[in-house]
């Protein structure tokens, strides 16, 4: 037993601190520009979008929840038709960069209707406007400890630690000028 202390303790200094190659397997990017194009069009760090991509899909395409939610962002069919009326986007919602721009057009109106609070923004994007609306129509609600549901708290933390992740990994990848 002492031994496997012993090596967990060697070994911890290295595994806190995986190399990029390591954590680029594990925190992939792909479509970078569709994300720099969406995020730019709707005033969001595309850093942040990566880290809602990862944490809805891990950047697989053609992942569909139980509920029908589909792609990269897991829109539900109902969301991708609504928001396609509302933002004059073209195309199948199932397509990844048709996907990511309606998901991303979804979290700049999120971010307008919650001030740019993250936490809000994603909580919505995870459980719907209405239940948060109705969390913050309580002056004493409080984003960052009062999430009611588990899953959408997990949600937030993940995401949020995600997009910091993909900043750290990709920040310069994900920055709007590129040529």
Do not use: C
Request: aromatic share 12%; charged share 25%; net charge negative.
């Amino acid at each position: 037993m002492l031994l496997v202390v012993i090596g967990i303790l060697a070994i911890l200094p290295f595994a806190l601190r995986m190399p990029d190659a390591v954590m680029r397997t594990i925190y992939p990017l792909r479509y970078e520009a569709t994300i720099r194009q969406a995020s730019e069009e709707n005033g969001l760090d595309p850093a942040f979008v990566a880290g809602v991509i990862y944490t809805e899909s891990r950047f697989r395409p053609n992942v569909e929840s139980p509920r029908e939610a589909y792609g990269l962002m897991q829109l539900l069919p109902q969301s991708a038709h609504y928001i396609q009326r509302k933002s004059g986007i073209k195309g199948d919602y199932r397509d990844p960069k048709v996907n990511i721009m309606l998901g991303t057009w979804f979290l700049g109106y999120l971010e307008d209707r919650y001030e740019g609070d993250e936490r809000l923004m994603l909580a919505a994007y995870n459980s719907g406007e209405g239940t948060v609306d109705a969390w913050t129509s309580d002056e004493s609600f409080d984003i960052a400890k009062d999430i009611p549901y588990k899953e959408t708290r997990n949600y937030v933390d993940k995401a949020l630690e995600a997009r910091q992740t993909y900043q750290e990994l990709y920040g310069k990848d994900l920055q709007h000028n590129q040529g």
